[in-house]
């Protein structure tokens, strides 16, 4: 099987969803584009030791994160200016989330999707209710 991606990070359209995976360090132009796609999304998670990336963006400066639990001290020493949560099964702070490992990602992803849900939901189930309370 080959798979042969249609854009670059260079060209492709902005997204809603950066999900950064367990992997070797970023490079720069990566990064740059990690932290310029982050103004506009909805979320920017990682899982696992992708919280090191997420991290080297500098946009989890002065906020809460989580990483793998074999990784928590490196995390805290590498990045002091983050407030690594021991313990948490994932972690959020505005739109950016961490998970502390691959099941946790699961937890995470599984919670992105809640909010997809629960954001459009709410307004049909609120109009659904008021047509409902009008009819009887």
């Not at 946009?59 to 995390?75: C, I, N, P, Q, R």
Request: hydrophobic share 40%; aromatic share 6%; with cysteine.
């Amino acid at each position: 099987m080959k798979i042969t991606p249609t854009y670059t990070i260079a060209n492709a359209p902005a997204p809603k969803v950066i999900v950064i995976p367990a992997q070797s360090p970023a490079s720069e132009a990566t990064k740059a584009w990690i932290r310029n796609a982050t103004k506009n999304t909805d979320v920017t998670m990682s899982v696992c030791t992708g919280a090191f990336v997420l991290a080297s963006t500098g946009l989890l400066s002065g906020k809460s994160a989580t990483t793998h639990h074999g990784a928590y001290v490196d995390l805290a020493m590498q990045y002091p200016d983050i407030h690594v949560q021991r313990g948490a099964r994932f972690v959020e702070s505005g739109n950016l989330a961490s998970a502390g490992g691959l099941t946790s990602g699961m937890d995470l992803a599984f919670r992105v999707v809640q909010r997809y849900f629960v954001a459009r939901s709410q307004p049909r189930q609120l109009l659904c209710s008021n047509i409902r309370a009008r009819a009887g």
